[in-house]
């Protein structure tokens, strides 16, 4: 093996490791809500259980998880007792997973649930102007009326 090959393969490695990172953090701050007063702490949630589509994100990305966690024993460890059964489940819960978010867009694509584009969707970041507060107050309200400026 040669010196760039030996340095793209470490490099592979530490994007396996670090794609680990994202992953966990989605399954914790999914799973889990804030607690009133307090800054950092977070109590287990439900939230997640209650639609077909929440339930189909928190299984598949633990089972991501479980597939770099699986890259990963298999870097730093090589060859260990039962590994090759421990690749077939992970990669079967992977392939699960894939079919189930498929299903689950058809029944919701097919039960009228999913929401029209123009209409009803919400961006995940809204990247327009914040409008002032004062702009949207209706010109005559009814401080003005008053004599309240």
């Keep these: 093996m040669s010196a760039i090959d030996n340095l793209f393969t470490i490099a592979a490695n530490i994007v396996a490791a670090t794609a680990l990172i994202p992953l966990l953090l989605f ?11 307090h800054k950092y702490r977070r109590r287990y949630s439900t939230m ?4 077909a589509i929440g339930r189909t994100l928190m299984y598949q990305k633990i089972a991501w998880v479980g597939f770099i966690v699986f890259i990963l024993i298999q870097i730093f460890a090589g060859q260990y ?15 699960f997973f894939f ?12 039960s009228g ?8 969707s919400t961006p995940i970041v809204d990247l327009r ?5 004062k702009e949207s107050e209706p010109k005559g309200s009814a401080d003005q009326e008053k004599g309240i400026d």
């Excluded at 590994?83 to 079967?92: A, M, N, S, T």
């Design 27 to 37: 399954v914790y701050y999914y799973g889990t809500r804030p607690i009133p007063g």
């Design 48 to 51: 997640w259980r209650l639609t």
């Design 81 to 95: 007792f039962g590994r090759e059964e421990l690749r077939l489940v992970i990669y079967g819960a992977l392939v």
């Design 99 to 110: 079919w189930r978010l498929f299903y689950t867009l058809r029944i919701t694509q097919k």
């Design 113 to 120: 649930h999913t929401p029209d584009p123009d209409t009803e």
């Design 129 to 133: 102007p914040a409008k002032d507060p």
